[in-house]
């Protein structure tokens, strides 16, 4: 059994910040990627960040300058700073992380966290 916690999100201003964290918990063999999704009402959900094992990122264009995303392998988890935000970054916010557990390489989700940034 593996679970995902999220927290940080919320309702902030136009121009303000988060910091969205996820702690992975459980049967944990490894953790490969880690990463941050979000899906807007009416869109489908899209990828915001990604950081393998490695030292290595990946963003989407749309927010490439405005986030950060780390990660503390000794506590399992991972965060997303968010910087400058806009109204069209109001969105339901899922972790994901690929992970090792039993023998198997599989992807778990967050249940996902509200962020809603007013105009």
């Known amino acids: 059994q593996v679970q995902l916690v999220e927290s940080g999100g919320g309702l902030v201003q136009a121009g303000g910040s988060l910091n969205l964290s996820c702690a992975a918990s459980?049967?944990?063999?490894?953790?490969?990627?880690m990463g941050w999704y979000r899906q807007a009402p009416g869109k489908q959900r899209e990828l915001v960040a990604t950081?393998?094992?490695?030292?290595?990122?990946n963003y989407a264009r749309s927010v490439k300058g405005r986030c950060t995303i780390s990660r503390d392998n000794a506590k399992n988890t991972v965060y997303l700073q968010m910087n400058s935000l806009k109204p069209e970054d109001t969105a339901v916010y899922y972790c994901?992380?690929?992970?090792?557990?039993?023998?198997?390489?599989?992807?778990?989700w967050g249940h996902g966290t509200q962020v809603t940034v007013s105009s």
């Open positions: 950081i393998p094992s490695g030292s290595s990122t």
């Open positions: 459980g049967s944990i063999t490894s953790i490969n990627v």
């Open positions: 994901n992380v690929r992970l090792w557990s039993s023998g198997w390489l599989r992807d778990y």
